[in-house]
């Protein structure tokens, strides 16, 4: 745990518990292992209906109905790259990096976290990779119906940056907004997308070993500690206030939530189809336009804003 919280390298623990060095580190493989194991399926699940019904709550509250969190990218630097890897992981910074995708909400909860690409990459080359909408694809991920400004939609979406492209499930701010309306839309989804960004800088303040460069060798090692860290996480999120309905179910590791782990039941042109509206650009205009009606209409105080 000090080498988690505290981020001190291995060998400085020989000073109170009095083994070695390689005995740290397996230690600490063996310890993050089983956090992943034994309380993955609880505190780093897909969220079920109750988990859609408590963000689209959150969502509405801050002036975005149908909104499911927030999603971004974070750079771990990698201390210990080999050296024929550099060039695979260095990107816009001059040194190794692995990407985090994470989505968040605004309690800090981390709902989703794929770990492990290249940081040559950017956030849209990880997005392609990431399967942050597989159970949507497949059709077993919770019903999200919601109305905005007279439409009906029938997918939730998240709050992105501008890199993101636009599809149906993400909203991004406006560039260089003309007018007021646009204006205070752009002022409200970057204040609301800030959730995601307050939950990497949590994330690092809890756990210093992934706020600075990382030590271990290997990749797989890494993701251990990184799964470790959000799950850990997600626990002091809900000892401080995280409310959960007893009455939820789990099927593995717990007794509150009852995850749909079923087989996907599409075909495979239900599945291409259903690709094809989670990246339908008509939608998302449409979206992001009732969006901005909807807060200028009803929500017009919730942001501070100057004309």
Known sequence: MRMLTYGVP?????????????????????????????????????????????????????????????????????????????????????????ILEAVASD???????????????????????SPLFDNLAEGRAPGVKFSVNGHDYTMGYYLADGIYPSWATLVQSIAAPMGNKRQYFAKAQEAARKMVERAFGVLQSRFAIIRGPARPWDIETLALIMRACVIMHNMIVEDEGFVVDPRERFDYGGENVEPDHGQPTRTLDEYIEAHRKIRDK??????????????????????????
């Open 282 to 307: 008509g939608t998302h205009v449409q979206l992001k336009e009732d969006l901005i009606e909807h807060l200028w209409n009803h929500h017009p105080d919730l942001y501070s804003y100057t004309i």
């Open 10 to 98: 291995a060998d400085a623990t020989d000073e109170y518990v009095r083994i070695g060095e390689s005995t740290a580190l397996e230690s600490l493989r063996k310890f993050v292992a089983a956090v992943v194991e034994i309380f993955e399926d609880e505190y780093l699940r897909y969220p079920n209906e109750a988990d859609i019904a408590r963000l689209l709550a959150m969502g509405e509250k801050k002036g975005f109905p149908g909104m499911l969190g927030s999603i971004d990218c974070m750079h771990w630097a990698w201390k210990n790259c080999p050296y024929d890897k550099q060039g695979q992981y260095k990107g816009h910074v001059d040194k190794p990096t692995i």
């Open 107 to 129: 309690d800090l909860w981390i709902w989703h976290a794929f770990f492990g690409m290249p940081g040559s990459h950017n956030d849209i080359n990880v997005l392609h990779r």
